[in-house]
């Protein structure tokens, strides 16, 4: 029989030996998931679970102050509903799981498990909005959605994964276009507050917008590897749903009206990118105020008077303080204990033994940069929180360094294909605005167009990869 | 078109003139929920989805203090996982709902959407548990489940609903055996402090357990037309499910042991007990504490000068002591807007109008007695605390009292026959123990046994059906 020391003693894959099996590791051994006999589909364990609890405590705190409601939709859409949406938005077919027999009886038509549930929203809009007094309604789902993926990684694409999906339905334009910019300020905050990751944001090329939407924007987070990760998007959708849809309103000029509608979305695949914007080769690294657990305390010698007590008197402390702590009391042996919360990425260990206790006093070690000093037992409440905040700040500065040092201009297309393909991280460059040379780039080296980030500089006046009039500056480049 | 007047402004059915019409006419016009176009599958509307939500946070954080930990299972089982616990429990056999087709193509294995999740906590505990130090795992689930269900009632029985689904598992029978009781007392306390309904709490007879259970416990509430709903389950399992699935564990004396498990869920059918409990002619009537809006301002005469800003004022001031209030500051009329919040059972209405700003004063009416007060402005901060505690004590008196009056004792079968038929509410009766008194009584009457409730009272030393010796008083009822 396997003992808890066998499954866990074996050391990681070396991030820079091999990034993706690196994160495999980091995702099995720090127990964030496991996978399970459906292929495709995972299990989040509670340490994995608990930090997408922390990210929808975040998000739907700053959704609710902003007027959002949360809503259920059903599991299930009718084939014939599901097609609407294909109707109307060309290039729209998710690969989806789909319902056949129900209560052993072949069904009359088949249902599909969501795959997102735009047309849920829309078919209930239609069905009770009619005035301009029934405006703005500003839903938000937390949920699963299933979409059948051949190859899959945990957190990052699977099968199924958990997200929230806001729809929003607005009287007019510009409501429901602060509205798409408002959302992705939250995401953007998101990254600033609780994750630790700097976002660059911006908008869609029509190429890689959703099919359906007038604008797209997003959020990018720049991975250890290199590669961009996508990480969250919002869109402005205009009427094209509402008049497929019939979503209309009587104005209070007394005129009818199509609303105008937006989403957005992000989903479990954060916890992807925590992982490879801040883990290390002893695993996971997690930023103090998104982590379940925020300090760890272990006891050394538990055996010796006082010991235990002081442990526990600490842990009681600093709970009443509203810290996330734990106590771990196990009788596994305190290196063992060290390695464990090291690769779980708590942010502060805190050890007392023995001799501590005559000095009154403990050690307090960062997970973040091994920073280790000893403080007065007393002291402690009252250090952390500034611990945690310049663990936080730390984390934050050094991935935007590694933003900034990795996000190079070019300006000529020779140093593009030279720069995607032989550093890492994002190459910035004019662009003419035609999908062509989009496709071209993705042809001559797989990269793709993130963004146009808001903020422009203006690295030229034309488009190196055709010469023609540039009109944005565009970041690009390989992505997950 | 029409308008939102013209959707509204119906009244509904009478509640004592036809209960099931009155509870789908609240449901809806109550706006908790809506149909939608797939059978048997409901949309959570925001004001349906805040109640379940503030129940969420209730129970979800008295899962956390008694060290409980959320994970997220997949949606989808394959078959030959979930036929598993159909040959270790006979009699388990829900109607499901069949993915046989993904991405296209039809599946190699069939895949069942969860109506349960046992069996993947199961096959995860049996990887994942391997010693003593691995022990407790109490895990919990947010989720929502499938059951093909023929016919359906918003909230009381659907095709799919919200639930959450504990699965634990212990080292020892006792403790396994606390834990079952334990979440019992945390829903019976949900009702005392959270939903205002005395719950009935006891055993479930052999009968009417879950089939793979030693003991299953049950939290029974009763409803205005005196049927009974069950409310909440715990169970007991034993080692049956470990010795199948294969979880055991090294014992700290080396021994390989099975573990004890249990299981126990709440789901969404607590909000038709609301709705059953405490509703009226006039629609819901929400107790305070569990109400997504505790209280309504209403401004009468809104043009007048400074009757919005203080009604504003006020709102700003209720929400910064952490009360759910809504300033209505739509275009409706005053009377239109009482209707629509009774109809809702908005705990406490404030009205604020022209002649109120003279005197300092406003006007705040209950929903629950229809009383009504003036009272200074500066002065109901104040008094809403104590407003609200009164409500919910006399909301929970008033249903205890109901359950009082209408649980009656039975001290021969006739009698039993003559209370079930024609009278509402329990009949309380001694039972010898035997499964074929519980059946005669359901053949000649259709009542259920629902619980030997836990403070057991000595009707007398013989079962009235039977004549043999008794073992405990029963509750019996017609059921939901």
């Not at 980091?26 to 399970?36: F, G």
């Not at 004019?430 to 903020?455: Q, V, Y």
């Not at 500089?457 to 034309?462: K, N």
Request: aromatic share 10%; proline share 5%; charged share 25%.
């Amino acid at each position: 029989m396997n003992t808890t020391k066998d499954k866990l003693v074996k050391s990681i894959t070396g991030r820079d030996e091999d990034f993706a099996q690196w994160y495999t590791d980091v995702c099995r051994k720090a127990e964030l998931m496991d996978y399970t006999v459906a292929k495709g589909f995972i299990i989040y364990r509670p340490y994995g679970y608990a930090i997408w609890e922390n990210i929808q405590r975040y998000l739907d705190a700053r959704f609710k102050e902003t007027g959002h409601e949360n809503v259920y939709m059903p599991l299930l859409i009718p084939e014939s509903l599901f097609n609407k949406e294909a109707e109307h938005v060309a290039g729209f077919a998710p690969e989806t799981a789909i319902v056949t027999i129900g209560g052993k009886e072949p069904l009359a038509e088949r249902l599909i498990i969501r795959p997102t549930s735009e047309v849920l929203f829309c078919d209930h809009y239609a069905k009770v909005v009619s005035s301009y007094r029934d405006l703005p309604k500003k839903y938000n789902q937390w949920c699963s959605v299933v979409r059948w993926e051949k190859t899959t990684r945990p957190f990052l694409r699977g099968s199924e994964f958990l997200w929230q999906e806001g729809h929003t339905i607005h009287a007019t334009e510009a409501e429901a276009r602060a509205e798409v910019l408002g959302m992705l300020d939250i995401y953007n905050n998101l990254g600033r507050n609780l994750l630790a990751i700097p976002f660059v944001m911006g908008r869609k090329t029509d190429k890689e917008k959703f099919a359906g939407a007038v604008e797209t924007y997003s959020i990018e987070a720049l991975m250890h590897d290199g590669k961009a990760l996508q990480s969250g998007t919002t869109h402005y959708f205009g009427t094209g749903f509402a008049e497929h849809f019939g979503i209309g309103f009587q104005d209070k000029d007394g005129t009818n009206k199509p609303v105008h509608q937006t989403s957005w979305g992000v989903s479990t695949r954060l916890i992807g990118a925590l992982i490879m914007v801040h883990g290390d080769d002893s695993g996971l690294v997690l930023p103090p105020y998104v982590a379940p657990t925020q300090i760890v305390i272990v006891p050394i010698m538990p055996g010796k008077p006082g010991v235990m007590e002081q442990a526990a008197a600490l842990k009681e402390a600093l709970t009443q303080r509203q810290f996330r702590v734990k106590l771990d009391d196990s009788d596994k042996s305190p290196g063992w204990k060290f390695s464990e919360y090291e690769m779980k990425g708590v942010p502060l260990r805190i050890e007392i033994g023995p001799r501590d206790l005559e000095t009154g006093e403990c050690v307090i070690a960062r997970r973040f940069d091994n920073e280790k000093i000893r403080v007065k037992l007393d002291a402690v409440g009252d250090l952390v929180p500034g611990m945690l905040a310049d663990i936080h700040q730390k984390m934050y500065d050094k991935a935007k360094a590694n933003v900034e040092a990795n996000t190079r201009p070019a300006f000529t297309y020779e140093e593009f294909k030279s720069l995607i393909e032989n550093q890492p991280g994002y190459v910035k460059m004019m662009w003419c605005g035609n999908r062509e040379c989009e496709d071209k780039i993705k042809e001559d080296t797989t990269a793709t167009s993130r963004c146009l980030p808001f903020h422009q500089e203006h690295l030229g006046d034309v488009c190196p990869v055709c010469g023609r009039e540039a009109v944005a500056e565009v970041y690009f480049a390989k992505a997950y």
